[in-house]
């Protein structure tokens, strides 16, 4: 892995930490005022101390570690995709996908725009194998385009976004992070399903601060989705 400019090794993490604030601030929101302080506190020490366990498992060195049985990517992709779920399918995930306005749902999804930058330049830098970024085999910023364009609309129009366009929206952005998931496991030294070349290999998210694109921001990504398909799917979605 070749070393990352500033605007890498800062974006990542900036970028996580940004999210993560949106992600404690929409619990806010929808938490019930007699309970609002005590939850928003207990999701935002829940996020910083799995932020915290995910960098310092990168820091360590435990995570580069490719050659281990079982293989350690499974400390971080399992909670990745598993605590974003429990979150989403809980009460308090009912909640947050009910009163969100549908804009707000879509809208939150805008960080994957210039995420998907950030990750286009370190892979010209060869910091991140190039079928991960969109001058390979990862569309995603397809997503993050669309939930600008759909949330300023509705902004600027102040009107609810269709439900049909939400659902278009949550289908494709859905399809294209499973997509980039697939493709950056499979990209991972175990399977090398790219080549064994060290530049098409995915071992950048193994440090810190690569490691909170997939502990930080793909999980808010996993739970945006979860919570947008929530309110799109109950009988009380309205359009």
Not at 103 to 130: I, Q, Y
Request: charged share 10%; proline share 7%.
């Amino acid at each position: 892995m070749k070393p990352a400019s500033a605007i890498v090794q800062l974006g990542i993490p900036a970028l996580a930490i940004i999210v993560a604030g949106g992600v404690v601030a929409w619990v806010y929101r929808s938490a019930p005022a007699a309970e609002r302080s005590r939850t928003t506190a207990k999701v935002g020490l829940g996020i910083a101390l799995w932020l915290a366990i995910s960098a310092s498992l990168a820091a360590s060195g435990f995570l580069s570690n490719f050659e281990a049985i079982p293989p350690r990517a499974l400390s971080l992709i399992i909670p990745t995709l598993l605590l974003p779920f429990l979150l989403g399918r809980s009460q308090l995930g009912a909640r947050m996908a009910k009163t969100a306005p549908l804009a707000w749902l879509v809208g939150f999804h805008s960080f994957r725009l210039p995420l998907e930058l950030v990750m286009h330049k370190a892979a010209s830098e060869g910091t991140m194998p190039e079928q991960m970024s969109y001058s390979g085999l990862n569309f995603d910023i397809v997503t993050g385009v669309l939930a600008l364009i759909m949330a300023g609309y509705s902004w600027v129009t102040h009107r609810e976004l269709p439900r049909f366009a939400a659902i278009t929206f949550n289908l494709i952005g859905s399809v294209l992070l499973i997509a980039i998931v697939g493709i950056a496991v499979a990209s991972l030294p175990m399977f090398h399903a790219f080549g064994t070349a060290p530049e098409r290999l995915n071992t950048w998210v193994a440090f810190f601060p690569y490691v909170w694109l997939p502990a930080g921001l793909v999980a808010s990504a996993t739970l945006a989705h979860i919570l947008l398909w929530r309110r799109l799917l109950t009988k009380q979605a309205k359009p």
